[in-house]
């Protein structure tokens, strides 16, 4: 199994080509959308590379959940993330690090969660299985 | 004018690649601007035939039921300019096929100018450019709402190009 340094490397690469950003745009804690100008297609075309550079597959909706909230009131209120939100993200997203959001759980800052690290941590648990 | 940049198929091959000619017509309304006295294909619309032959090659292996349409060139380059008169060859291979979209990795390739080979075009044929193309599958349930069940990528020319490719492989092959 590769090590953490080497899947991180491989993930570079793999977002320098699908977003078209140069290598030291990329560090562990740049977010997709906000830093490396990540665009709704480009989460689709991320994941085929990824796919194909690990030979992993990667079921829909599991890197990148699509509307995990569906504006239901449990998990979402005032534009805010519930406690029972919070432990939705979690359970879907068990390789996402919430520490810093659920400081301030703004729904607008779910995109914010989507970082290189991220993926790498994703990768990580995918191979370890 | 019809908004068609292949001419026909010359292979088809479900769910795994396609090949597809364009011939070049200086009666063609792109070449009076484009440009007047030497008449260049647009880049632009080399990607586009690349595209319809990928579209309807990624469409095919879902029986047209998505509404696939081209969301990104990830990469493209071009070597030479292709001229009024040449026939270009789309070659495009299916890459990544999901639910939610798919990509092709598409090449083009012409006889070199000068050295035209009508009618056999890949025996000298030269590298005009490649490109790999990224499409999206409508989400099906927004589209619904918005466009009804109508499938306006694959309403009607686009579809009928693989009946007319299937006409040309029966002549080829002897039969009425």
């Known amino acids: 199994m590769p090590t953490q340094d080497e ?3 491989k993930v570079s690469a793999t977002l ?3 977003l078209n ?8 804690t740049a977010t997709l959308q906000g830093d490396l100008g990540a665009e709704s297609i480009d989460f689709l075309d991320i994941v085929f590379r990824l796919e194909r550079e690990f030979g992993i597959k990667i079921p829909r909706g599991e890197l990148f959940p699509e509307a995990i909230f569906q504006g239901d009131p449990e998990f979402v209120q005032d534009g805010k993330v519930t406690d029972k939100g919070l432990s939705e993200l979690k359970a879907r997203m068990p390789f996402a690090d919430l520490s810093g959001f659920e400081k301030n759980p703004e729904l607008t800052g779910i995109g914010d969660l989507f970082t290189v690290d991220m993926i790498t941590r994703y990768i990580q648990g995918k191979l370890g299985n | 004018m019809r908004w068609l940049w292949i001419d026909r198929f010359l292979e088809f091959h479900p769910g795994k690649s396609a090949r597809a000619v364009k011939n070049l017509s ?3 309304d792109v070449f009076a601007e ?5 008449p260049v294909m647009p880049a632009t619309l080399i990607l586009e035939g690349l ?4 579209g309807i090659l990624v469409g095919e292996a879902n029986d ?5 349409v081209l969301a990104k060139i990830i990469h493209a380059v071009f070597h030479r300019e292709a001229l009024a008169g040449e026939q270009l060859i789309y070659d495009v291979e299916l890459l990544h096929l999901r639910p939610e979209g798919a990509s092709v990795q598409g090449k083009v390739t012409s006889a070199p100018i000068g050295d035209p080979v009508i009618g056999d075009p890949g025996k000298t044929a030269t590298a005009v450019g490649e490109a790999e193309i990224f499409f999206a599958h409508l989400d099906k349930a927004r589209s619904q709402q918005l466009f009804g069940d109508h499938n306006f990528v694959f309403s009607g020319e686009l579809k009928h190009m693989l009946g007319l ?3 040309a492989a029966k002549k080829k092959n002897g039969e009425t």
């Not at chain 2, 484009?34 to 030497?38: A, D, E, I, M, R």
């Not at chain 2, 047209?64 to 696939?68: A, P, T, Y």
């Open chain 1, 21 to 28: 950003v140069d290598e030291d745009e990329i560090k562990p």
């Open chain 2, 64 to 68: 047209f039921q998505e509404k696939v």
């Open chain 2, 165 to 167: 490719a299937k006409v």
């Open chain 1, 7 to 9: 899947i991180y490397a």
């Open chain 2, 26 to 28: 200086l009666a063609e």
């Open chain 2, 34 to 38: 484009h440009f007047p006295g030497y």
């Open chain 1, 16 to 18: 320098v080509e699908a």
């Open chain 2, 51 to 54: 595209a319809q032959t990928g």
